[in-house]
């Protein structure tokens, strides 16, 4: 369960990107999240790893006040909110393979069983093939698999994509959609922020559009536009 | 079975930790050793001016102890006043011992250092030489004091006999050289920090992205923290060691030297105190280097 409750962000220069958001996301929700570029979807994204911190207002994650926690207590949030950016944040020297493993030695959950559910994520985003590649030899669709294996590999219950397919062709966009939703199907919360119009209109999904750091339009089976 | 885990997951942790340190410091090994020569050469001129202040001070001190402060008794002094002032003598700091040397004393050991004119008393009638107060002092630095003292005691003494020259300038070179190695103590561990807080730096920058990515899939700031620390503390460890080996090495082979050629002054030769400063040379760098790093990568944690 994500809540956001009258969040308000306001940058050093005057940029108010968040005026007073409030919203509800529940668990195994499949959420769209639209809007023009500066509305203020990546700074609310953001809000729900506490990458940012609000000016003020509150953000729960999983019945947890975000804005309160320690910078000690960020590790364990998130590793509960796996990420997925549109620019992969892959790390170069390593292969896709230990891109994915990276995740659990980073966070101390490095087993040897760890190395059986690495092989399956990777297999569930279609790299299973591919593990020992590098990201500099795989296509933009590809290295946002190994971004979705290496948050899924962790077992989070939200997953948060910053516009996954924005560098993506339309195809390989839609593969990775589908990908989403089949995750969501095993009971992931998802929460995307895009700006592809075709697929908003075509899952039907949940939408909630923002603009000028307000939430303009909430609906269950929402199109792009409303 | 939590705690097993737990377990399981520190050592993973500390596997990592140590791994990653020593790749590190293998793939900058252009700019560690850099770092690492660097940081040798300003903890050898430390030490080196440690060392030179550890001598110098054994220099006054003993000089101090040999330096016997001789105040000669006058014949109409009142032995009971003589008795009263070796007493108060006895108290006072940086006083190691006062003797009352009679005549007979005097005469006695006059006899026994300048055995070959010993006839020449036998030629006079009665005895010349005059009681005395000998002092042997723990700190040279009281001693012009008490001299001044004594001499203002002239119902007491005919005359003071004291080596001061050699003391007090011993002093103030043993004071000036405390001065310059407290201010090159500050300046070269800054230094030391410096160079290692930059090298660190390169590196943290070079792996920033690794730094945000570890972060923000939730890693704990001492997996971030920690391969830095380590191969800051190698670097200053590393050029610590070299700068505790190149000492003792140079106090081993020079002391000796400089005592032979300087062989009126105390110059000790004892290696005990350079080995401690060998470690604590060591100490210093593990430190600072740890501390250097701790601090360079502070700021790429808050994301």
């Given at each position: 369960?994500?809540?956001?409750?009258?969040?308000?962000?306001?940058?050093?220069?005057?940029?108010?990107?968040l005026d007073g958001i409030s919203l509800e996301i529940p668990e195994r929700d499949f959420v769209f999240l639209v809007g023009p570029s500066g509305a203020g979807k990546t700074t609310l994204i953001r809000m729900l790893n506490r990458d940012e911190s609000?000016?003020?207002?509150?953000?729960?994650?999983?019945?947890?006040?975000?804005?309160?926690?320690?910078?000690?207590?960020?590790?364990?949030?998130?590793?509960?909110?796996g990420m997925i950016y549109q620019d992969y944040k892959l790390l170069p020297t390593l292969s896709v393979w230990e891109n994915v493993a990276f995740v659990l030695k980073a966070t101390g959950e490095f087993r040897p069983e760890a190395r059986d559910r690495i092989a399956s994520v990777l297999k569930l985003v279609g790299l299973g093939e591919r593990h020992g590649h590098y990201p500099r030899q795989l296509s933009g669709g590809e290295q946002q698999r190994a971004a979705i294996a290496r948050a899924l590999v962790r077992d989070c219950p939200i997953l948060i994509a910053d516009e996954p397919t924005g560098n993506l062709d339309q195809e390989t966009g839609w593969e990775t959609i589908q990908l989403l939703v089949k995750i969501n199907a095993l009971g992931t919360t998802v929460l995307?922020?895009?700006?592809?119009?075709?697929?908003?209109?075509?899952?039907?999904?949940?939408v909630i559009a923002i603009d000028r750091g307000r939430v303009v339009r909430d609906e269950i089976e929402g199109s792009y536009v409303g | 079975m939590r705690s097993k885990a737990a377990t399981l997951a520190n050592l993973h942790t500390a596997r990592y930790v140590i791994t990653a340190a020593a790749n590190a410091l293998w793939r900058n090994r252009t700019m560690n050793v850099g770092a690492i020569i660097t940081t040798a050469i300003m903890l050898i001129t430390l030490a080196a001016f440690l060392a030179i202040n550890d001598t110098l001070d054994q220099m006054v001190v003993g000089l101090g102890r040999k330096s016997n402060l001789i105040a000669y008794v006058r014949d109409e002094?009142?032995?009971?006043?003589?008795?009263?002032?070796?007493?108060?003598?006895?108290?006072?700091?940086?006083?190691?011992?006062?003797?009352?040397?009679?005549?007979?004393?005097?005469?006695?050991?006059?006899?026994?250092?300048?055995?070959?004119q010993a006839d020449l008393l036998d030629l006079l009638q009665s005895n010349p030489l005059p009681p005395s107060v000998e002092l042997r002092m723990n700190d040279p630095a009281a001693l012009p004091a008490l001299a001044g003292e004594l001499r203002g005691r002239?119902?007491?003494?005919?005359?003071?006999?004291?080596?001061?020259?050699?003391v007090e300038r011993l002093t103030s070179i043993s004071n000036v050289s405390r001065a310059v190695g407290t201010a090159m103590v500050i300046?070269?561990?800054?230094?030391?920090?410096?160079?290692?807080?930059?090298?660190i730096r390169i590196a943290v920058y070079a792996r920033r992205q690794e730094i945000e990515i570890m972060k923000l899939v939730g890693a704990t700031d001492w997996f971030v923290r920690g391969p830095f620390v380590l191969e800051g503390a190698a670097i200053g460890a590393i050029g610590a060691l070299l700068a505790?080996?190149?000492?003792?090495?140079?106090?081993?082979q020079a002391a000796p030297t400089v005592a032979r050629i300087i062989a009126f002054l105390p110059i000790s030769t004892d290696l005990e105190f350079v080995r401690y400063l060998a470690v604590f040379t060591v100490l210093v760098g593990l430190v600072v280097g740890a501390l250097g790093s701790y601090f360079?990568?502070?700021?790429?944690?808050?994301v």
């Open positions: 369960m994500i809540v956001l409750q009258e969040v308000v962000k306001v940058y050093a220069n005057g940029t108010r990107a609000p000016t003020s207002g509150a953000v729960f994650v999983q019945n947890v006040d975000v804005t309160r926690l320690k910078p000690s207590e960020l590790p364990s949030l998130r590793r509960r909110v995307m922020a895009t700006h592809n119009r075709e697929l908003v209109d075509t899952m039907r999904r949940r | 002094a009142r032995p009971s006043a003589i008795t009263e002032l070796v007493r108060d003598l006895q108290r006072r700091p940086g006083v190691a011992e006062v003797r009352y040397v009679t005549k007979e004393e005097a005469l006695a050991q006059f006899r026994s250092q300048f055995v070959e002239g119902d007491l003494f005919d005359d003071v006999v004291v080596p001061l020259d050699v300046a070269l561990t800054g230094v030391t920090l410096f160079v290692i807080v930059n090298t505790a080996i190149t000492l003792v090495i140079i106090y081993a360079s990568v502070r700021r790429y944690l808050s």
